[in-house]
């Protein structure tokens, strides 16, 4: 086994502390990732905190990392000690099924596993996150990274740039369309980021004016508040797509005003609580909402490359290890611009 140092909840109310455990031997299909940088997620906040009441402790958070391959195993093919890798959301899945099949592993109908917080495919075995020193997953659920970018800025890309990349992408959002994005956050930021990539005429809905500054400058066209009744008024039945990404309680029904008919609202953010929809809102005139979760591990890696290749990656925060505590205190009143990353040199 091997032996390894992060960090760790023990319980729903206890702060984030220095944890010692243990990781597998590098098996044949496997690969050993020295981890360089982790990215912070709300959603780490929700399992440790457990929101979901998913949680079983002790938790290592902890789903946006990369790092450098340290070993491989005897069967692997795709990368070799020194090359830099990326772990996102998931570490396996059955590989058999319909969704798997078609690489969309994290619908996998036969339970997938995620990078923590989870228990492995023996059914006993419990996965710990990026807040440690290293990590042990399938060749199949590694990434590659250019090596020519920072990696602490592609960290959060892992998860928030493959959430907000893969309803681009489904629902063939493009050039000539209207997207609005509700919430200018982790996940916020980057839909921006890749839909001004892909040439969206973007539109931020916020109800924090200070946002507008930020919004122009990542590549948003538009800005609206959504608290200015006015300014509401100005793009109802305006929208062809929105992509909301906030992870709190909030009104859905005002963004289905600003759609148009068959219009979609696509969810990415996942509250602790259920929201609410008006029917006759949808009904009328001929609405959609529908969700999305994160994606599967070829569209991760187009969505590296595309990245890559136009140079969108994330606006982040470095910090120690030692300030995740805090962190997780200001990301709760959104105070970072856009994404905290862990310097695990620092554990």
Same mark, same amino acid.
């Not at 997953?137 to 800025?153: G, Q, S, T, W």
């Not at 539109?203 to 800005?223: C, M, W, Y």
């Given at each position: ?11 729903? *109310?206890? %702060?984030? #502390?220095?944890f010692?455990?243990?990781r ?5 299909? *496997?690969?050993?990732i020295?981890?360089?940088?982790c990215?912070i ?10 929101? $979901? ?20 195993? #005897? *069967? ?6 020194g090359?830099? +890798?990326?772990?996102g959301?998931?570490v ?7 969704s ?7 619908y996998?109908e036969?339970? $997938?596993?995620?990078?923590?917080? $989870?228990?492995?495919?023996d059914?006993?075995? %419990? ?22 970018? %920072? ?10 740039g493959?959430t ?6 489904? $629902? ?7 997207l609005?994005?509700?919430? !200018?956050?982790? !996940? ?14 973007v539109t931020?809905?916020?109800t ?6 930020? +919004?122009?400058?990542?590549? +948003?066209?538009?800005?609206?508040l959504t ?5 509401l008024?100005? &793009? ?10 906030? +992870? ?8 289905l005003?600003? !759609? ?11 509250? %602790? ?11 009328f005139?001929?609405?959609?909402v ?5 994606g ?20 982040v925060?470095?910090?120690?290890? #030692? ?6 205190d200001? !990301?709760l ?7 905290? &990353?862990i310097?695990?040199a620092?554990?």
């Amino acid at each position: 086994m091997l032996h390894t140092k992060g960090y760790a909840a023990h319980s729903a *109310d206890s %702060p984030l #502390s220095s944890f010692q455990f243990e990781r597998r031997e590098v098996g044949a299909k *496997d690969i050993q990732i020295e981890i360089l940088y982790c990215g912070i997620c709300h959603t780490d906040i929700h399992m440790a905190r457990n929101d $979901w009441g998913l949680t079983n402790y002790p938790i290592v958070p902890g789903h946006e990392i990369v790092g450098q391959v340290k070993k491989v195993g #005897s *069967d692997v093919t795709k990368f070799k000690e020194g090359d830099y +890798a990326a772990v996102g959301c998931l570490v396996d899945s059955c590989r058999t099924c319909s969704s798997c099949n078609d690489g969309l592993e994290q619908y996998c109908e036969n339970g $997938w596993v995620a990078t923590y917080g $989870w228990i492995e495919r023996d059914g006993k075995t %419990p996965t710990y996150g990026g807040y440690s020193s290293q990590i042990v997953v399938d060749e199949h659920f590694v990434l590659k990274v250019a090596d020519n970018l %920072p990696l602490e800025r592609v960290a959060p890309l892992l998860c928030a740039g493959i959430t907000t990349y893969s309803p681009l992408k489904e $629902w063939k959002i493009r050039k000539g369309h209207r997207l609005g994005v509700v919430g !200018l956050g982790g !996940l916020g930021h980057m839909a921006v980021k890749l839909a001004a990539a892909m040439g969206i005429e973007v539109t931020i809905l916020s109800t924090s004016p200070e946002k507008e500054v930020d +919004a122009r400058q990542l590549g +948003a066209q538009n800005f609206v508040l959504t608290t200015d009744e006015a300014a509401l008024a100005s &793009v109802q039945n305006y929208f062809d797509f929105i992509i909301d990404t906030v +992870a709190a309680k909030h009104d859905l029904q005002l963004y289905l005003t600003t !759609l148009k008919r068959d219009g979609t609202l696509i969810l990415v953010g996942v509250p %602790p609580q259920n929201l609410e929809i008006n029917c006759m809102g949808l009904c009328f005139p001929r609405k959609r909402v529908v969700g999305s979760f994160i994606g599967g591990l070829p569209e991760t890696q187009e969505m590296l490359d595309f990245c890559a290749e136009h140079n969108v990656l994330s606006d982040v925060e470095i910090i120690s290890m #030692s300030e995740i505590n805090d962190a997780y205190d200001r !990301l709760l009143k959104g105070d970072v611009k856009y994404r905290f &990353v862990i310097d695990m040199a620092t554990l």
